[in-house]
Nanobody, 119 residues
Framework: DVQLVESGGGSVQPGGSLRLSCGAS????????MGWFRQAPGKEREGVAR????????TYADSVKGRFTISQDNDKNTLHLQMSSLKPEDTGMYYC?????????????WGQGTQVTVS
């Protein structure tokens, strides 16, 4: 199994920035993709950004392109999401996730989530 723990959420005004982090432990070698998802109240969970931990190739949801940046530390066990120009519609619970295949539907390890509120 892979254990994921998020940190860095909080409240910010529109236009502000936040940086989320996620520490991974356990059988991390079995997962070559890590990503961030979010879920707003009353809405379905959606993929925000993902990164192939081998190639460092990144993919973003259209709604966050140019504002969010996903990155990983050199040890590949720490994931970050730098969020800038935040909008009220970015509010939600943000989850770190890991997968064996780098596709939105393959994520099967999840963190507990960290709340982001933009208002």
């Amino acid at each position: 199994d892979v254990q994921l723990v998020e940190s860095g959420g909080g409240s910010v005004q529109p236009g502000g920035s936040l940086r989320l982090s996620c520490g991974a432990s356990g059988h991390t070698y079995s997962s070559n993709c890590m990503g961030w998802f979010r879920q707003a109240p009353g809405k379905e969970r959606e993929g925000v950004a993902r990164i192939n931990t081998d190639s460092s190739r990144t993919t973003y949801a259209d709604s966050v392109k140019g504002r969010f940046t996903i990155s990983q530390d050199n040890d590949k066990n720490t994931l970050h999401l730098q969020m800038s120009s935040l909008k009220p519609e970015d509010t939600g619970m943000y989850y770190c996730a890991a997968a064996r295949v780098c596709s939105w539907g393959w994520f099967d390890y999840w963190g507990q989530g960290t709340q982001v509120t933009v208002s």
